[in-house]
Structure formats: C-alpha cells, structure tokens
C-alpha cells in the first residue's frame, strides 16, 4: 500500500467512460487538490493533438467536457491571461470563480488555448458560458470556430454591440440588457440586478443558419472584461439547467438535467429561475436548414431589428417567467426569425431585467413562491436569567443571548437589541469534531464555547448557546434528535440539547473530570463518553439518555476504569450494547449487558506497540450494519492500517502508508517496519466502498476497501485532524489543525471550504465599507482579510517572526495599515496584496492604530510609550512626527489606547501616564486637554486608571473613558467636565468601547460579555450583557452600515442590531446645485441656468468666468421633447483673462472629479521628490557641464512628439525637456524651462512655432504653456490658464489661434491670439473632453470630442472680443455608451472620430449627422491621423492600422443607408505599447510613432517594417556601466533588462531581458581584462541572483544565486577575476565569476543593505597590510568597512572600519539619504562619504591619517555621488531634482537642473569626458568641459 513519490495517488479510470476525466481541484485555502491517474497512450496522444491544432477523437469529450478543469486553468499553462483577472469567491455560488475586470476590455482577458497557433480541439456541438456580467461595465465573449473545410470564423457576443453584424469570417452579436431607465447611454450597460448567467450557444446551427457553414470544431475562446465567470463546458447533449438528476428522476422528465458540477445551487424550497437566468442561442423552435443554403441565396445587410419580442421561448423549461417578491424577473426575450428570407439572421439574444409587482400577471408565466424551513427562521421569546451561581442560557437556535441585571436594569425597547447572526471560527480545544446530519445538508461543528450548525447549500449557521468554555466533545445521534456536548472545565459538563429545536433538554455533571470523546447509539438511548479522572486515569461512562425527551433525566449505566489508552471510542451501529476503542498499543472491544461494561483486548501480535489514533466500522453494500459482514478498521501514526473481523476478534489485514516505494519492493498486504517510517494517519472513515484516511501530511486518501489504488487525494494546508463520510457516503468532511472544515465532493471531485479560523486568540479588527471588508490580526501570526457579506475569508497575511497586533483600513484608498510586535507598521493593497511601505520608527511592539475619518493622517502608537503621525494621504504613506513618551507605556495591544473624533480635529489617547487621558490636535499634536482619571473616584481606595477611550459620534462633544473601576465615564472634550456615568453589570472593565452613528447604543467589550447601554438616557440608563465568548472579548465595533454588531476574542462574532438606527433622511424634493459655467443635464435645468446667466451678465455684477449658455433649438414645432431628442445649441459669452476671479480659481481645484476610463487624459508620474524654486546658474559661457543627449522618450505623455518631413524638424519631450533631434546626424538640441513634467507638443502649420504645455505642481500653481521660436530655438512667450494638465494643442490653419484643453479635472477650453498671446475667450465643459482639433479649411470652426457628445464651435469676431457659438450632437447610438476619443479630419467635410470600444465614426461637418461607423479594433482608439484616402488608427491594444477610406466620400451621399463593407484595412503593426502619438507624411507611407513603453519607432507601410528610433527604459534606471574602452554603455532598470547602448550614437545595441525580476545592480569587467571575448557584465537581480553576460557573444554564461535576499551592490576586483557582491540583509559574497562558486561570506554589515561596493588598486605593503586591492563596503546604518585583499592567496584583512551618526532628517518625510563612499581617484588612499553624517556635507577621510581631513558642506542630503577620474571634480545628485558639480582643486561649484524627479544616480565615464545622470527612466548625457 506504499503510495508514489510524495504520497501522491493517483485514479485509474476506463478510457471513455463518463466521469474517467479528473482534475485537481482548485481552491484558495486551504489548497486541497484532487490528483486524477495518469493518463494512458490514448490520453498523451490527445493531449498531443489537442496542443499541436489537430481534432483529436471525440470520444473522450462525452457526455460533456468541463473545459477549465481539462485544460488547467488555474495553472495557466495551456491558457493565458492578461490584465486584472484573479481568482475570487462568490457569495452566490459560493465557490471560485474568475473575476475578469479593467476599463478596457482588450487589454483584460482569459485565453484558451495559450497561444494562437494551438487549438482546443472540442467538437462539441453546444457550448456552456456560466457567467455574470459585472454591473454598469460592459463584457465581451469571443469564440474562434472552425468549420469542417478549415475556415476560422469568429462569433463575438458583447454588450457593447448595438447591431448584429456579419462578414465571411466574423459574426457579431448583441447582448441587450432591457432597463427601465430612460437614458439611452445606459440601454447596453449590465443593471445592477446582473444575475448569474448560463448562456447555451449552438455552434452548429449558428454557422449553419448565418454562414451556411459545417461545424467542424470549437478553435479558441476568450473571455474579456468585465465579467465573472464560473466555467465552460462543451457537450452534444441539450441540458436543461433549471432540472437536476434527483428532480428528472423524480418526476420522470423527458429532458436532460444538468450535471451536478454544471448545476447553480439553488435554495431548499426555491426555484431556479428566480435566482438565474438561461438563455439559448439560437432557439430550439427555429428552423434551422440540415444542409447548407444555396449559393444563390444572399444574405441581406444585417440589420437590428429593435425591440423584440417578449414571448418566452418554448418548449425550453428555463424560459418560465418566474415572478417573486424579493427577486427581480428574468426575462427572455424570444428570438425568432425574419419571414421574409430564409437565410436572414435572427435576432441577437437580449436579457431584459426588469422588476414587476408579484401582483401583475404575466402571460403564461408559472407563479412560484419558496418557502424556507421555518426551523431556521424561528424566533421565540425565551429569555435568558441571571442568577446568583449559574447562568442558563437555553434558547431555541437564532435567538440571541442576553443576561439581565433585572435588580438595576430597564428593558430595552426591543428587547433583546442584538441577535447572533454568524460566527467565524472553528474548533477551539479541538478541531476534530465536525459531524453529518441525517440528511447530509448540514454540518456540526464547535467553535470555543458556541455550537454551530451550518447549512451547506445556504451557508446560514444556527447557534447551540450555553458553555461557558470551551466544548472538548460532540455527538450527534442516528436520527438527528439529540446533541450531546461536553465543555472542558473540569469537573465536565455534559449538555443534551434538543437538535431541530436547539433547546437544552438537560445539564448534568459527569464523574469524569475531563470529557475527551462522545458516541451516540443509532437510537439515541445510549450515550458513552471517555476521559480522564482527577488522578489522570481513562475513565469510560454510559449514559441512558432515553427518557430525556420525555422529562426524564440521564442515568449512568456503568463506569469503568482502565489503565490502557483510549484515544477513540465508538459505539456499533448494528448493536448499541458493543463498542469498541483503540489507544496506544491496544483495540479492545466493549459490551454492555446488565449494567456492567466489559471489554477484550484484540491480539494484535507484532502490531502491539503501534500508537492506534482512530477507528470506524465497515458498511454492508445495501448501507446496513450487520456483524456478520462487518469488519473494524483502525489507523496508527506510523501509517498503519490494521482490518479486524470483531466477530473471530482477529487482525484480518495489514497495510501501511508510505511516503515513497522503494524500487524492486512488492505490493504485499503485510509491510514490515524495516521499511521506513510510514506517514502517520490521524482519523479515518469507511463507507460501503471506499475508506477516507486522514494524515499528517495534508493529505486526505479515498482508497477501495480492499486499497488495491488510490482513488481520490485532497491535498490540504495542514495536518488532517478528523474525516467523516455523510449518509449517503458521497461526501466526505474533513478538518484540520490549522482550523480548517470542508468536504470532498465525491462524484463532482470538488472541495468546498466550510470554515476557517484563528489559531490564536484575535487581538484587533477593522472595517471598510466601499468593498464590504473585514481585517483581523491575532496572535497566529496572521492578518485575515474577510467579506463580512459571506463571512468568508478572503486571503491572508502570515509572518513566522512577529506577531501582528493592531490594524486599521484606509477610509478612501484600497489599502490598509498594520501594526507587528517588532515595532514595523506596513501598509497593504488590497488590490495586489502587496507590502507599500514599511515604517519602523517605533522601539516596542505596536498597540494600536487609528486613521482620521477623511483618510489624511495615521497614528500608531507602541508598548515604549511613542506616538508616530503618518500623511496616509496619499498611498504610500509617509513619517510627519514621531513623539517620544506620550502614550501609556505599560499598555497591551489594544486598539482603544488611540481615539479620533468624527470630524477628525482631535487625537485622544491613554497618557502620559495610566491614569491620565491627553487630547490633541490631530494635525500638529498641540495638546488641548489632560484628564486625570485617578480623581475621579477616591472611595474605592485606590486610583483608577483608563483602559479605553472613545470620542461620541456627531457634533455631542462627548469623551467616553473606560476605567479600572468597571465603569464608562463620559467626558466634556473640551473642558473635561465629568458629564455622567455608566455602571457595567460584570465586574470587569471594558476593553474596548464603540457608540452607534447615532448615538442611541454603546457597546462595551466586559470580560467574556459584551454589554449594550442605552446611552440617549441619562438617569440610570438600560444596558444588556450578552455571552458566547469563551475568552475575553478584546474588540468591539459595528460594523460600517450600523446594521451589525462585531466582537472578537476567542472567535469572531457578528451580531444582527434589532434596533433600526434613525437616520436623517434629507428631503428628496431639493434640486440639485449647479455652478454656474456648466451643461445642465435635462432641457428644464438648461433654462434656468441660461436665464440665471443672463441676468448677471445684464446686471453688471462682479466678472464672472466664462459660462456656457444651453438653449433649446429653435423652429418650428420645438417643444420640450423634440429639443430632447435632438441636438442642443450653445452660446459662450466673451470674457478676457483679467477677469478670472480668484473665487473661480478656488473653485475648480476642489473636489476634482475622477480620472475617466480612457487612456487618452495625461496624469503627471507620481515624484516623492520636491524641487527647489530658485537655483543658482553658472554664468553663460562658464558652465563645465553642457547637456549633450537625452536617453529616452516619454511614454506617459499624449501627442508629446512632432515631425515634419518636408523640414525634417523632430521633436519629443522627456521629463521636462523638449528634445529636438537631427535624425540625420542624431544630434539633438534641447529646450529647457518647463517647471514640470511636459504633457503634450503642437507645431504650427508654417513649421515656426512650437507650442509645450506642462502640468502644475509645487513651483507651478497653475500649468504653463511655453511657445518657442523653432529656428532661434528660443521661448518667446509663457501662457498660463488651466489649473491641473493641458490634455491637447491645436494651432488654426492659419496660424493665428491657439487653442488648449484642459485635462479631466481641469475641463475648460482656452483660445489664445498667437498675434498679441492674450486669452481670447474660454469655456468650461460639464464633462471630460478627450480631444480638440481645428478645421483645416476653416480656421473659426474647431471640434471637441468627449464622453457623450462631438462639440461644434464657431468663432465668432466682433471688433476687438471673440466668441463661441457652441452645436453639440450627441454620440450616435450604433456607439452605444462608447465615449469619442480622438479625431482627425479627412477630405471636405468629412470628421473621422475614434471611440473607446474601438469604432470609428464618419461625420458630415457640413450637417453636423454621423454617416457611418466600422469596428477598427478591440480597444480604445486614442490616435487618428488622416491623409488622402488613407487613415491611420493606433489604440491601446498596441495595434496599428492603416485604412484605405477612399470610398467614404462616396458613401457620404449615400447618408444612413452607408454601410461600411467598403472600408478595408490594409495595412498592421502590434508595438510594443498603446500608440500615445504619431506623425507621417503627406502619403501616409512612412511616419513616426510613440507608444506608452517609452519608444518612438520609425514605421514604413510601403515595406511594412518598424524600427527603433529612441528608446528608454519604461521604469526606474538602478545602474549605470562602462567599458574600459568607452565604445559602450550599459544600464539595468527595474524591468529586469540589461540594456548595452553605443556610447557614441546612444543608440541601443544589446538588450538582455530576465522576467519577473528586477535588476538592481551592475558591474562591466574592469581593464585589466582587454580582450573582446573577456568584455562581461555581471547583473544582480531582486531574487538573489547573479547573472554573468558576455557581450561579444550576445549570450549569458553563467547563474549564480549566492544571496538569499535581493542584491542591492556588485562590483568586479581589479583583476576582474572575482565579483563581490552584496544584499539587502548586509552579506557580502565573493565568488567567481568563472566556476560560479562563492568562496567567501562576509556578515559583518548584517541587518542593513549594502548600498555601495568599489575596488581599486594599492601598492602591495602599502597602508600597512598585504595584498594589491583595496575594496570598500557601505551600508545603510552608516557604517564603511574597508578591507586589503589578495584573492589569489584568499586572503581578506579589514583595514579600517567607519561609523558615522544617523542624518537629521526627522522634518524630512521618506526614507534616509543612501549611505555613499568612494575611493578618490586621484588619492585612493582618500575616501569619499556623502549620506554618512548628521549633516548635509561630503566627508573626506584619509586611510593614512585615520581621520576626517576635509568637508564640504552641501544645500542638501546628497542622493547619488561620482568622482571623475580625469581632472579632480565630483558630481553629487540631490533629491530636489538637481546636481551640483564641485571642483576639488578650485573649491568651485556649480549648479544644473533638467530632471524631473531625485537625480539617483550619477556616473563619470572611465576618462571623465562624460557624465551619465539618472532620474528614475531618464537618462541625461553630459559632456565636461574646460573652465
């Protein structure tokens, strides 16, 4: 019985037969895997054939074929992904499913097969989508079908289309959803009311109908955004997924039921129709031709027929209208053919989600209202009653506990005020019960001191109430009547309860002092229980339990003592007078007859000493228990499994689990201990086929009873505690020790986690309400994150080193923040699960943390008494003070210790001192109030001290503390006025304190209670105590809505708040505020906005900012509704740029709206990094640095890069530059002045001007826009208007306009007079513009395009002033709720307009009408360029097209009945990122384009090639090398490439890429290793990697992985023979970079990264130690070790080792200045430090006098150093994006500016000539000139 390697077993299945597919299951946690047997020749050679494209047989595909499992997705081999896809749990389906996400649909989805030369090979003929599209988004399903002579056609379904279309190779289908809303943007938009979705597709007869094609075979799918989906199935079977098995058997239907794997659950008593929706393409009762169409017969232009028919397809069971009063009615539409032609289409398939009344009928439509198990739903009246010794708390299951002090307590009004709802847990003293009911729906489990019952298919938990500790044994009888339990507290407690009505029948005290196991007979008459006494020897007790439910009480039967180990007891189904137990060395069966219990022990033989942990016994086939066919099966931890006949009381069998199976060993039945420790097995079960074992290692075995094979394997987290088949032996439960309940379905080979829990108790919680959140930390070392929707956890975080002891979310980004035991807060997103940041500025463990309600600051405070504020404001949040001895330094992890007011002015905490409450302001800390609580109450004789505080919620003013003395006293926070107090029933202070938004209930953690006042009433106010927990509750909170109740301690309680909160409801009748200066957004509004305009402008009030006026269109018959469907007029008043008022620049900057769905709007690359507002130049002429290139283009720009042929003038920006290039010679000029990051370029149509626009930020209070004289190169002027980023430029035709668009937050449009550079006029737009373009032939007309409308504006000249006479025509509906995106005009008077689902639209500007619209790619178009009878398209998809459009003038005069077949592409290119900008020719034969990777490529059509123009790293440069010879460079970035560029041309050369990783250090052999063929570099990576690259080569040689962490340094020896290298923990390694192998490990900078290593060369003997090098070590606590080396004689001396005191940069906010040292080039006996001092200076130190010799002071931290080794100057880079250059021998500096974030890096070239700076991608190249 040896399993294979590791334990894994596999299934031998027969070859076609159904249910012979197996695949792993996929599940979060715990990961639980079911392993399927390996595959014959057969299924090798279709996998073969599936991979290569060929159609395998389809035998192997019936009767259905689950395509996620048979290809393995999860593991995304054979499958691909792209974008925002993750693996979530539905709170529908309550299982795993696919969320596929992104505001672009292309650039989001799942792949079947990997890549596109394969093929999936199904020949299904109807293929299943289990899908639910995501709200108010948009999805897209793309199949790829063959048919039998080989064409590939494509059928797409999406709700973004608004027309069926059709060509020879694609067929396009909408997907309607009906609402009932009456904008038209929204028709195609997924409801709210979305609902899971089985959308059954008939490949067959869809080729057959519209293509008049044979099925061949299913190709490819692919799955786009946004979408949740469940799996695909394919099949050549119809399924009716509304009828189980169970139900078609049951009623004898004629249909084929769903698989129970492809089945939705469905509710006890529901039906299915009202919670999903089935729709079936095309409809069964369509005709649909056997054979192929005529040729003759064309089909018609494919038209959309509009509305559709309601009637309800038939005969299909899913098409029933099912009408309830909790769900929304699913409807479909019916989907029937046009009469007129055979071959026409049908009509697309709709889903229409509508509500109606249960009152309205509806035709044919079946009435069904479910009905939910009145067990569940019960609530009595039972209380529960304190007395003076006992608490009894005996209630039915869903009625909440609450003790009454009835002595000085008033009721509440209702009364209880809380009910248990859910708790989340499972286990607590052990997590090996867990049992079946009768039935198999539900399970028991305990959880601490709670009972609970869980219902599988619903997930509702009802609640057995009444431990007060921990429940160490259950036991449920055969006909699920009576629950026994017992409680750890010694002397055991044993409780009867009744199970259907979860009322306790009894209590009673067992002779046991510890209860350790229960059994039930079939009947429930008997129970018998085993544990120890108070002497520690087993005891084993029977119970009569017969009369209980009839009033009697328990009697015991007999007790036995023994001095043998019983670890399992259980008592026989087929006989309740024998049972039978196993322990340590011994099986023993037991009888009861009158009155006595007597046992004999089984002779085990050589078996004896095994440690037996569990037993079970067999069932007969039929599922009886008789003892003439049973056998005893029992399990030991040395994986022993032992068959005994209890009828001869014999060992039968002998069979044992192994880890592996030795070669040449036999199968046998006996196995002897020889062989190796077998894999210890913990619980097992047997059914009437199959045996269920649980072992150590995770794993959970399904064998036959005669274990010839492995059938089934689950692979789980942690070791197996306890498995248990159900009743009908298809499911089997399981559990683990690290808290972990779920099942194994058998048949479907799926498993479903039911629990999870803390292992430890939970010491902190926090909430979030936009996802529904909850965070928990514990003293497992975890942090949780859960749904508080579903109760199910979500994912986790572990740390094996610290404990994580408080957390809190942030109110407004998706991240949360948490506190460890180390003292380190770190900060998570929730949307990656990854670390942000890490503040470690505390000493002792972290006891709590707060965040303001409007998310700006963060305050965590720690055991030594520190207070820490954080600006969390932003998401990488940083340090703003850091208090020593405030906060209470005796304190535990208590999330009370901190408190902030609701309106997030004040910070309350417990300090200085324990009896002192401090009160402060929250953004400066300035102290308002101190509370000494010790005065408070002197009778008690001793000092109170506070354990919590809680400021009230609203504008009360309140300040609650919680005292020692068991008692809440509120507070005036102002003066500190006691103002009442509250007495707690318990006598025992509250922990933790929480107090409703309303003020009406607080809550208060007492003990193992939670207690509830009233808090509105003043004298003696009412208050509730609730039990359940089984330790000290240490938080309680409600929850974001006020609807529950959280508590948490032993386990995590949710309680349901029965009393509804009052919320101000405000009145619904209020209109709206609008601003002046917007588009209304009805008719109605537009009236009264332009007549309020009109009136100030009449009265002369005070200058306003320009506004724009809606009117009505006028003619006749214009009444309100015609002006609503039609299109809108608007007239901008005049203004001049004096007249902005400051009142309107306020205004606009707050609130800014978010950031659209379209890739077309800039936003400014996030910069840590400040720049200096005045820095001091060299004098011209006198600069020793001149800026010779730049290495990069800017790819996060839009429209930044201009060419003209004719001229040749090229220009692009990069950071803040305007770089203009001679492609010719590569000699570049550059344009300096912009503050900020440049956003956009325009050239003028003469070539002369160039207009720049930058974007604001802490130099620029608003954006500036520069124009530069292009032949002089020189700026001649600055304009400046909008507030955000300038989104476009556009110069009229003629040259004497400008206009500007302002971005998405800025939204007003500017026109500028290029004659005199003053405003003109302005507008603001109601919306985000995406682009602006001028009229080529008319130089008053310009066009804006947007999110809902194309905007006609016409200058309008009147003597000295201009205006706007604004037409807007609204997107056509053939776009649906697509957004206009870009657009370029073409031949008179045509307007080509991209959209952002990748239609381009044709406009008529002479009628203002759309003509014509085609599907020109999968995303959005962001980029159109037209010329001729050619336009260009480039999107976010990375495509670039090229359109012949010749024929659109022509179509023009055709109007609405255009079509667009006529349109081709000809011509496309995929780069490498979305197309951000391009230029071409007059001919559109050859042009440049920029894309979002930082690349400009050189296209050419005409040989349909691309080539590399300008090139950059897309993220942050690390590194910068050279070769000894200066021909090259290279440089490492933090996109894991290797990048080798010719450092004359500075064009790229080489580019080694390694995925996934980033490079983060470099090194290129020294000189001394001058043979081209010895040129290598040597790169060291995030993963601890090093990687040796030879360059002549083009090839790496060599892998090394010395470091475990990632490497932060490396350098060459002199000799380039050995490579040091160093990482993040402070290990330096030496290696050779020859064999590959470390010799050497240095730890002595262990616990700080390396952050500098250099070599240099000494004379032997020279500074008093041998060896020919010297080499240096700097890490970033401030510390230089200097060490003398001979590698070749191994030896390794330190010569001098350095400490330096910590920089003083507690104002600055970030992390310190990197620690830099560098021997100097021209004294290398002299070192160089920048970062090593408490002061902003470089240190000079000299290795012969062992001192500091000289310091330089520096205006700032220095973030980057470099010495030349030509003449004697030094470069040192500062975070204020500047470099200063010095010159040693004059004591002369020098300042330079031109980057745009912390110049990082700076580099000399081996002769000094050149400088290379960095700041994160650019790269500037410097030359060094002569003074």
């Known amino acids: 019985m040896a399993g294979g390697s590791g334990a894994r077993c596999r299934q031998v299945s027969r070859p076609g037969s159904p249910g012979s597919e197996v695949r792993r299951a996929s599940l979060t946690a715990p990961r639980a895997e079911a392993c399927p047997a390996s595959e014959g020749e057969g299924s090798r050679r279709a996998a073969q054939d599936r991979c290569s494209g060929a159609v395998p047989s389809a035998a192997w595909q019936h009767p259905f074929l689950n395509v996620f499992r048979h290809f393995r997705v999860d593991e995304w081999k054979r499958s691909s992904k792209e974008g925002d896809v993750a693996v979530v749990t539905d709170k529908v389906l ?76 694609w067929l396009q289908f909408p997907f309607v959803f009906e609402t009932k809303t009456p904008r038209r943007d929204l028709a195609g938009v997924v409801p709210p009311s979305a609902r899971w979705t089985c959308l059954q597709l008939d490949l067959r007869d869809i080729l057959m109908f519209y293509l008049s094609r044979r099925y061949g075979h299913l190709k490819s799918v692919r799955l786009c955004a946004s979408l949740l989906v469940r799996n695909l199935y394919t099949s050549d079977l119809c399924f009716d997924p509304a009828v189980t098995v169970a139900e078609a058997r049951h009623a004898k239907l004629s249909v084929n039921p769903v698989p129970r794997e492809m089945a939705f659950p469905v509710p006890k008593g529901e039906s299915w129709h009202d919670h999903y929706i089935h729709v079936r393409f095309p409809r069964d009762d369509s005709k649909v031709p056997a054979e192929p169409l005529e040729k003759s017969c064309s089909l018609p ?22 009408l309830s009063s909790r769900s929304p009615e699913g409807q479909i539409p019916s989907l029937t053919l046009p009469c007129q032609v055979p071959s026409a289409p049908r009509v697309p398939p709709e889903v229409s989600l509508t509500y109606k009344s249960p009152e309205v009928p509806s035709g044919g439509a079946a009435r069904i209202r479910g009905q939910r198990p009145s067990a569940w739903n019960e609530v009595t009246d039972a209380h529960t009653v304190v007395s003076d010794r006992h608490v009894l708390a005996d209630k039915p299951p869903g009625v909440p506990m609450a003790l009454e002090d ?24 052990s997590t090996q019960w867990a049992l079946w009911t009768k039935d198999g729906m539900a399970v028991v489990y305990p959880c601490h001191a709670v009972i609970i019952v869980l219902q599988i298919d619903t997930g509702q938990q009802r609640f057995f109430l009444g431990h007060t500790d921990k429940v160490s044994a259950l036991a449920l009888d055969g006909n699920d009547v009576l629950l026994a339990s ?34 039930f007979s079939r009947s429930g008459a008997l129970l018998c229980g085993v544990g120890k006494d108070q002497h520690g020897r087993t005891v084993v007790v029977a119970w009569s339990t017969d009369k209980v439910g009839l009033g009697g009480e328990v009697v015991v039967l007999a007790k036995v003592h023994t001095d043998f180990d019983v670890q399992a007891f259980q008592i026989a189904l087929f006989d309740e007078t024998r049972m039978a137990s196993c322990g340590r060395g011994s099986v023993r069966l037991w009888r009861l007859r009158g009155g006595v219990l007597r046992s004999c022990a089984v002779d085990l033989g050589e078996y004896c000493t095994l440690e037996l942990t569990d037993l079970a016994f067999a069932q007969t086939l039929d599922g009886h228990w008789r003892p003439s066919a049973g056998m005893l099966f029992v399990c030991s931890h040395s994986g022993h499994i032992l068959e005994i006949d209890h009828q001869r009381m014999t060992v039968q069998h002998v069979r044992r689990l192994l880890p592996t ?84 379905d058998v048949p479907s080979r799926e498993y479903t986690v039911l629990a999870r829990s803390h292992m430890a108790p939970v010491l902190a919680l926090s909430t979030e309400q936009n996802r529904g959140q909850m965070a928990t930390v514990s003293l497992d070392h975890t942090v949780r994150i859960w749904d508080l929707a579903t109760l199910q956890q979500l994912y986790d975080f572990s740390s094996s080193d610290e404990t994580p002891s408080a957390v809190a979310f942030h109110p407004t980004l998706p991240s949360f923040f948490c506190g460890f035991s180390s003292g380190a807060v770190r900060s998570f997103s929730l949307e990656n699960s990854g670390v942000l940041v890490e503040h470690t500025r505390h000493r002792g463990a972290i006891t709590s943390l707060v965040i303001t309600p409007d998310g700006r600051f963060l305050f965590s405070s720690c055991s030594q008494g520190s207070l820490v504020q954080y600006n969390c404001a932003v998401a990488r949040c940083c340090v703003l003070r850091v208090a020593a001895n405030m906060v209470c330094q005796d304190g535990h992890p208590n999330p009370n210790t901190l408190a902030v007011s609701g309106d997030s002015c004040r910070l309350a905490f417990v300090g200085r001192s324990k009896c002192k409450v401090t009160v402060v302001e929250s953004d400066s800390l300035n102290e308002l109030l101190h509370v000494d609580v010790s005065t408070l109450h002197l009778a008690s004789g001793h000092p109170d001290w506070a354990v919590a505080v809680c400021f009230s919620p609203g504008n009360s003013g309140h300040l609650l503390v919680s005292t020692s003395s068991n008692k809440v006293v509120v507070l005036d926070a102002v003066s500190g006025h006691t103002i009442r107090e509250l007495s707690s029933v318990r006598s025992r202070a509250c922990a933790s304190l929480a107090i409703s938004e309303d003020a009406r209930l607080l809550l208060g953690a007492t003990g193992r209670t939670i207690t509830v006042w009233d808090y509105p009433t003043q004298a003696s106010p009412s208050c509730q105590v609730y039990i359940g927990h089984s330790e000290p509750v240490h938080v309680v909170a409600f929850t974001p809505d006020q609807q529950q109740v959280l508590s948490v301690g032993d386990a995590i309680f949710l309680w349901d708040v029965l009393a509804t909160p009052e919320r101000d409801q405000s009145d619904p009748g209020t209109p709206p505020v609008h601003e002046a200066g917007t588009f209304s957004t009805s008719d109605e509004e537009g009236l009264c906005e332009e007549n309020h305009v009109s009136e100030v402008f009449l009265q002369g009030q005070a200058p306003t900012p320009p506004v724009l006026v809606e009117k009505e269109a006028s003619g006749a018959g ?24 400051e009142w309107s620049l306020q205004r606009a900057k707050t609130g800014l709206p978010t950031r659209p769905d379209s890739y077309k709007h800039f936003t400014a690359r996030y910069k840590a990094s400040t720049r200096v507002k005045s820095v001091s130049f060299p004098p011209v002429g006198r600069e020793q640095l001149r800026l010779k290139a730049v290495v990069g283009y800017n790819g996060n720009g839009r429209a930044n890069m201009v060419w003209r042929p004719n001229t040749g003038f090229f220009a692009y920006t990069c950071g803040r530059l305007v770089v203009v290039e001679d492609l010719h010679s590569g000699t570049q000029r550059h344009w300096c002045g912009h503050p900020q990051e440049i956003s956009t370029l325009a050239l003028s149509e003469d070539g002369q001007v160039l207009a720049s626009a930058s974007c604001c930020g802490n130099t620029a209070a608003r954006c500036q826009i520069r124009i530069w004289d292009v032949p002089k190169g020189l700026c001649q002027h600055l304009l400046s208007h909008h507030d955000t980023a300038v989104q476009a430029l556009a110069f009229s035709p003629d040259d004497e306009f400008l206009v500007t668009l302002g971005d998405y937050a800025d939204r007003t449009l500017a026109l500028w007079s290029m004659t005199t550079y003053e405003l003109l006029s302005s507008a603001r737009f109601p919306e985000p513009v995406h682009g602006v373009a001028f009229n080529p032939w008319d130089a008053n007309e310009l066009i804006c395009v947007g999110t809902s409308a194309i905007t006609f504006w016409l200058l309008q000249h009147h003597g000295t002033g201009t205006s706007f006479q604004v037409h807007r025509e609204p997107v056509p509906e053939e776009l649906g709720a697509s957004e206009l995106t870009s657009l370029c005009y073409g031949a008179s008077p045509l307007l080509y307009c991209g959209s952002s689902s990748g239609q381009v639209c044709v406009w008529d500007t002479g009628t203002g009408h759309c003509f014509l619209a085609w599907e020109a790619d999968d995303g959005e178009i962001g980029v159109l360029l037209c010329s001729g009878s050619r336009l260009l398209s480039g999107s976010n998809t990375r495509r670039l097209r090229l359109w012949a459009v010749g024929v659109v003038p022509e179509l023009r005069r055709k109007g609405s009945s255009a079509r667009s077949n006529s349109v081709f592409m000809e011509r496309e290119l995929t780069l490498d990122g979305a197309v951000v900008s391009a230029s071409f020719d007059s001919g559109m034969d050859m042009g440049v384009v920029g894309t979002t990777a930082g690349t400009l490529w050189y296209i050419n059509w005409t040989e349909g090639t691309s080539t590399r123009l300008i090139s950059g790293h897309r993220s942050k440069v690390n590194e910068v090398v050279f070769s000894p010879s ?3 460079c290279a440089t490492c970035g933090e996109d894991g490439s290797v990048r080798v560029w010719s450092l004359a041309s500075m064009e790229l050369v080489i580019q080694f890429q390694v995925l996934n990783q980033s490079c983060l250090c470099l090194a290129w052999t020294p000189p001394s290793c001058g043979r081209p063929e010895q040129q290598q570099v040597v790169a060291g990576y995030s993963d601890g990697t090093l990687r040796v690259f030879n360059i002549s080569r083009t090839a790496m040689e060599l892998k090394m992985h010395p470091h475990r962490t990632a490497l932060t340094a490396i350098a060459f020896s002199t000799d380039g023979q050995t490579v040091l290298s160093g990482d993040k923990d402070g290990l330096v390694a030496i290696s050779h970079p020859c064999t590959g192998m470390t010799f050497r490990m240095l730890s002595d900078h262990r616990g700080a990264p390396i952050s500098a290593i250099q070599s240099t060369n000494k004379e032997y003997g020279d500074l008093g130690v041998e060896g020919a090098e010297l080499w240096l070590a700097a890490s970033g606590d401030q510390r230089v070790s200097i060490w003398a080396s001979d590698w070749l004689r191994d030896r390794c001396e330190l010569l001098e080792w350095l400490s330096f005191p910590a920089p003083a940069i507690s104002e600055a906010p970030g992390l310190p200045p990197p620690s830099l040292a560098a021997f100097c080039p021209w004294d290398k006996a002299t070192l160089v430090c920048v970062g090593l001092g408490a002061h902003e200076e470089v240190v000079f130190y000299s290795l012969r006098q062992k001192q500091v010799v000289q310091k330089t002071p520096l205006p700032f931290f220095a973030m980057s150093l470099s010495l030349s080794p030509g003449p004697q100057l030094m470069v040192v880079g500062f975070a204020e994006c500047m470099l200063r250059l010095l010159d040693c021998a004059s004591g002369t500096t020098q300042d330079f500016e031109g980057h745009d974030d912390a110049v990082h890096l700076c580099r000399f070239t081996p002769s000094g000539k050149l400088l290379f700076t960095a700041a994160h991608n650019e790269i500037l190249v410097w030359e060094v000139t002569s003074p």
Not at 663 to 683: D, N
């Open 94 to 169: 309550k299982s795993s499913v696919y969320r596929i996400r992104g505001s672009v649909s292309a650039s989001n989805y799942i792949q079947l097969p990997r890549t596109s030369t394969q093929s999936l090979g199904l020949t299904g003929r109807y293929l299943y989508v289990l899908f639910r599209p995501l709200p108010t988004k948009h999805f897209v399903i793309h199949l790829d079908v063959s048919t039998e002579d080989g064409q590939v056609i494509r059928v797409s379904f999406s709700n973004l289309f608004k027309k069926f279309k059709s060509s020879a190779t």
């Open 301 to 322: 232009e494919a038209v959309f027929l509009g509305h559709v028919s309601r009637r309800l397809p038939h005969p299909v069971v899913s098409g029933k209208t099912l």
């Open 406 to 429: 009835i002595r000085s307590c008033k009721l509440f009004l209702p009364d209880p005020v809380l009910r248990l709802r859910g708790v989340i847990g499972f286990g607590g003293h």
């Open 486 to 519: 017992a409680q750890v507290q010694p002397p055991s407690m044993v409780r009867l309860w009744d199970f259907q009505t979860g009322g306790c029948l009894s209590i009673f005290r067992s002779p046991l002092h510890t209860i350790c196991s229960l059994s």
């Open 661 to 744: 199976q030795p070669s040449g060993v036999p199968l046998t039945e006996k196995q002897s201990f020889s062989m190796g420790s077998g894999i210890a097995i913990s619980s097992l079960g047997v059914s009437t086929t199959t045996c269920a074992v649980g072992s150590e290692d995770g794993y959970l075995r399904l064998w036959p009873l005669d274990f010839s094979s492995v059938l089934l394997e689950a692979e789980h987290d942690g070791p197996v505690s306890s498995v248990f088949f159900s009743p009908d032996g298809l499911r089997v439960l399981s559990t683990t020790t690290s808290g972990h309940l779920g099942f194994l």
């Open 1118 to 1141: 214009d009444g309100p509704r015609e002006a609503a469907k039609g299109s809108q007029t608007l007239a901008v008043l005049p203004c001049h740029h004096s007249q902005t008022s």
């Open 1526 to 1528: 200066e021909s090259h």
